[in-house]
C-alpha cells in the first residue's frame, strides 16, 4: 500500500537556527497538510495545501513557517528561526480529493529545538 | 468551524465490543465524518469514513443517524492492539480540526 513518507525521522536543532522538514505525499493525491503534536498534547492543524498554494492554515503557522512543493513529488516545511516551542512531532499528510476523502499521515519527524 | 465532543477515555477487555460515541452538533451538509486511530509517536491513521446511516469495512463500523449530529464508532472484539487514541473528525473546507480523542485501553 502506497505510503506518506517524512524525513529525517529526528531533527535536532539550535534555537534560532532553520529547519526543513520533507514529506513525500502518496503520488496521486493532490492535497497536502502538515500537522503538529507537542508531547502529550493533541495533534494541531498547521496548514493545507492544494494546486500550489495554501488553502488553510491556522494561527500557529505564522511568517516564520512555509511550505513548499518544489518538484513533483516533495512537499518541505520549513520553519525560518526555530523556537524551544517548535519542538514537537510534524507529521505531513496527504489525500486524493481533500478533507472529505481519507487523509494519509506520515510516520513524522521529531523536532528538537535546544 | 465544526467542533466534535467525545468521551476523554473508555476501558474494554478483549473480545469485548466497543462503541465510542461523538457529538457534532453543527456539521455542515457537505460534511463527511471521519475516524482516525492513533499510537503514540505514530501518525494517525485512518480508520473509517462516512457521510449518513452506516459504513462498514474490515476493521470498524459507523453508525450515522439521520440527523447526523452524532456518530458511533464500533470496533468488534477488540485486542490489546486496539489501545490508542480515537479521534473524530468533522471536514470543514482543507482545515481538518483533530480534538483531543477517545483514550481506549482494552485489558486482558
Known amino acids: 500500500e502506497p505510503e506518506v513518507t517524512q524525513t529525517p525521522s529526528h531533527q535536532v536543532t539550535q534555537m534560532g537556527q532553520e529547519v526543513i522538514l520533507r514529506c513525500v505525499p502518496i503520488s496521486n493525491h493532490l492535497y497536502f497538510y502538515w500537522y503538529r503534536q507537542i508531547l502529550g498534547q493533541k495533534v494541531e492543524f498547521l496548514v493545507s495545501f492544494y494546486n500550489n498554494e495554501i488553502s488553510e492554515k491556522s494561527e500557529i503557522f505564522d511568517d516564520q513557517f512555509s511550505v513548499e512543493r518544489p518538484d513533483g513529488s516533495n512537499f518541505t516545511l520549513k520553519i525560518r528561526s526555530t523556537k524551544l516551542e517548535d519542538s514537537a512531532m510534524y507529521f505531513c499528510?496527504?489525500?486524493?480529493?481533500?478533507?472529505?476523502?481519507?487523509?494519509?499521515f506520515g510516520n513524522g519527524t521529531r523536532l528538537t529545538v535546544t | 468551524l465544526a467542533k466534535t465532543t467525545q468521551p476523554i477515555s473508555m476501558d474494554s477487555y478483549e473480545g469485548q465490543e466497543v462503541n465510542i460515541t461523538c457529538s457534532h452538533n453543527?456539521?455542515?451538509?457537505?460534511?463527511?465524518i471521519t475516524w482516525y486511530q492513533q499510537f503514540p509517536s505514530q501518525g494517525p491513521r485512518f480508520i473509517i469514513q462516512g457521510y449518513k446511516t452506516k459504513v462498514t469495512n474490515e476493521v470498524a463500523s459507523l453508525f450515522i443517524p439521520a440527523d447526523r449530529k452524532s456518530s458511533t464508532l464500533s470496533l468488534p472484539r477488540v485486542s490489546l492492539s486496539d489501545t490508542a487514541v480515537y479521534y473524530c473528525l468533522v471536514g470543514d473546507k482543507e482545515k481538518l480540526v483533530f480534538g483531543t480523542g477517545t483514550r481506549l485501553l482494552v485489558s486482558p
Open positions: 453543527n456539521i455542515a451538509t457537505n460534511d463527511y
Open positions: 499528510a496527504s489525500s486524493e480529493a481533500g478533507v472529505n476523502s481519507p487523509l494519509h
